[in-house]
């Protein structure tokens, strides 16, 4: 069974930004801001219609004043004397998603102990698609029993561990190297739990527990601190325009990184940035809508 790359759909004419999602991001701390900048900026280059970034108070105004971010609105949430999100949020945070389709959390949260037990708390109470990344999956790993509790009325969460993250989600030392026990490891994973699995990395894998994607776009210039948190953003937008998990996480992979080998084709793998592949996805989108995607791009696993 192969897996084909979802097309891009064009935008009718009579049409209104709602109708491309609404897409609340919970991120940053202090220390780690660029985490939920790089978030935001890539769910607004990735096509959804709003954005609204929730992140600790005192963060509040470099986010509203950042000039790539004028086109998305804040929630300024409270915070603990570290800087990172408080226990107290929670309620601020379910009145500022209400209404939103797409819930994406944990680019840059911390690993604060209060930050941690407010979102075992908001999670299972949340009625949005799920996109679930970094140190929201720190969290989840020490109370793995958080994951059957999340919402999925809406689709499957989806999860966007690298490596390290996906070894503590399993409970292992060490990740799963060679590249068939990765995606086998997905796949059980993927399974196990009702979830999408993006396993990021050289050739990411994708699994819903019956499906393996494996991705060949990218390149060893995007391994530098960024590129997740940008790829989150990404699969969110797509999650928010209508896409179901699977088919945002594949697409939202595959564009990803064909945003950053257009980006290493312009200015080489030692210098590229995570702001380098945002800024290469409008034009990954355009590729991609006007020239389909040579075959084969997908894997499957039996």
Excluded at 21 to 49: D, K, N, P
Excluded at 68 to 97: F, Q, R, V
Excluded at 177 to 200: C, G
Excluded at 277 to 297: C, I, Q, S, T
């Amino acid at each position: 069974m192969s897996v084909s790359i979802p097309p891009l759909f064009p935008r009718a004419e009579d049409t209104h930004k709602s109708d491309y999602g609404r897409v609340f991001v919970l991120a940053g701390s202090q220390g780690m801001i660029g985490a939920a900048f790089l978030t935001t900026e890539a769910a607004l280059r990735s096509g959804a219609g709003y954005v609204r970034l929730g992140l600790p108070w005192r963060l509040s105004a470099l986010a509203a004043s950042h000039p790539n971010l004028m086109c998305a609105l804040t929630s300024a949430l409270p915070d603990t004397e570290e800087g990172t999100l408080s226990l107290t949020a929670k309620p601020k945070i379910l009145a500022a998603s209400e209404g939103y389709d797409v819930f994406a959390a944990g680019p840059g949260l911390s690993q604060n102990p209060q930050t941690q037990s407010m979102l075992y708390q908001l999670l299972p109470e949340l009625n949005h698609a799920l996109v679930l990344d970094a140190d929201c999956l720190n969290a989840l790993s020490k109370k793995p029993e958080v994951i059957e509790t999340l919402p999925r009325d809406l689709g499957l969460p989806i999860f966007t561990p690298h490596p390290g993250e996906f070894a503590r989600l399993i409970g292992a030392e060490r990740p799963p190297i060679e590249q068939l026990l990765r995606e086998q490891a997905a796949r059980d994973f993927a399974a196990k739990y009702n979830v999408v699995m993006v396993l990021k990395g050289h050739n990411t894998v994708v699994s819903d527990g019956t499906q393996v994607y494996v991705n060949k776009t990218g390149n060893p210039g995007m391994a530098t601190a960024g590129t997740g948190d940008v790829l989150t953003g990404c699969i969110a937008a797509l999650r928010g325009q209508g896409y179901d998990s699977f088919e945002a996480a594949v697409l939202g992979v595959y564009l990803h990184g064909l945003a950053g080998d257009m980006a290493r084709d312009e200015l080489g793998e030692w210098g590229m940035t995570a702001n380098d592949v945002f800024r290469w996805l409008p034009y990954a989108f355009k590729k991609h809508f006007k020239d389909a995607p040579p075959e084969p791009l997908a894997k499957a696993t039996d």
